[in-house]
């Protein structure tokens, strides 16, 4: 099969998510993708499922760098990296400020700095080197116990906004897209190109990963209903807010952002317009969600996350 990743929704519980890890396995998906919320930790459940799985990457998807210790997160990634049997993905981000400040009491500073001296100290560390970092954002000295299988570890940044892009460009393995419509993955794409090449590194050498959102069905209520649950949340949010507005969206997500702002989330989705939905989700007839997935392929994503 083409190459695909699969991320499933959090709503389905461990154990149904489980059953589908199994069978992505054996379907041939080449990653499965785990974000990490209020739902449960990334690494835990993606540690459940090195069990039951044979071949298929694990990917943490993300998880926020500002709730660990690059320490910290090394280890956890070595240990994940040992259960699968070589088969860890670091899939890190920023985060969101008013989910990282109101949720964990922990303030985003300085992110694009701190995100690049994390990578780094992961990244060393995963090689099995001894650290000595004496940054801006982190001062440490360390070394894992036990290096992981593999000499690199690949590590996936999430990206939004342009200056992000071009960070992901410069120093990840892949670069993961969420949210994203196929006029602004070439916005995205140009962004990349732009960090890449500071790195003396090509688009050619990196994987661009994005998020898609499939609904095999041709029940268009069910479709708009499944969507704007999820959307809404989503388009709220700063980062988000920006990417949809310079998609085209200005008005809508403005509304949106208000509607949730006052606390009115029911008002927000009856907002969601029918162009966002035809933009963000791959619907229809299972062949049609394949051609709508593939588009994306053709347009630069090498790796689609269903």
Not at 61 to 68: A, D, F, K, Q
Request: glycine share 8%.
């Amino acid at each position: 099969m083409a190459r695909l990743g699969v991320v499933f929704r959090n709503e389905l519980g461990f154990r149904d998510q489980l059953d589908c890890a199994v069978l992505a396995d054996q379907r041939g998906y080449e990653s499965l993708w785990v974000p990490e919320g209020r739902t449960g930790d990334a690494f835990t459940t993606l540690a459940g499922f090195a069990m039951r799985t044979q071949r298929i990457g694990l990917a943490t998807g993300i998880i926020p760098i500002y709730l660990r210790t690059p320490s910290l997160t090394a280890m956890t990634v070595a240990n994940l990296e040992d259960i699968s049997q070589g088969r860890a993905l670091a899939g890190l981000g920023i985060g969101h400020r008013g989910t990282t400040d109101r949720g964990h009491s922990v303030k985003i500073d300085a992110p694009f700095r701190t995100l690049r001296e994390f990578v780094d100290i992961i990244r060393r560390l995963l090689a099995g080197e001894a650290v000595d970092h004496q940054g801006e954002s982190y001062q440490l000295r360390y070394k894992l116990g036990a290096p992981p299988r593999r000499a690199k570890v690949p590590i996936a940044l999430a990206a939004l906004g342009p200056r992000m892009l071009e960070c992901a460009g410069e120093i990840a393995d892949y670069v993961l897209l969420n949210w994203t419509t196929l006029p602004y993955l070439q916005v995205a794409l140009d962004h990349i190109r732009t960090g890449a090449a500071r790195a003396g590194r090509t688009l050619a050498d990196l994987e661009i990963a994005c998020y898609i959102r499939v609904v095999p069905s041709e029940d268009w209520t069910a479709i708009r209903r499944a969507f704007q649950r999820s959307f809404v949340s989503y388009a709220a949010q700063p980062f988000y807010n920006r990417m949809l507005q310079l998609s085209g969206f200005t008005d809508t997500v403005t509304a949106i952002m208000q509607a949730m702002q006052q606390g009115d989330p029911v008002r927000a989705m009856d907002l969601v317009s029918d162009d966002i939905v035809d933009a963000l989700v791959a619907y229809g007839t299972p062949a049609q969600c394949r051609q709508q997935v593939e588009a994306y392929r053709q347009a630069g994503v090498t790796l689609p996350v269903v």
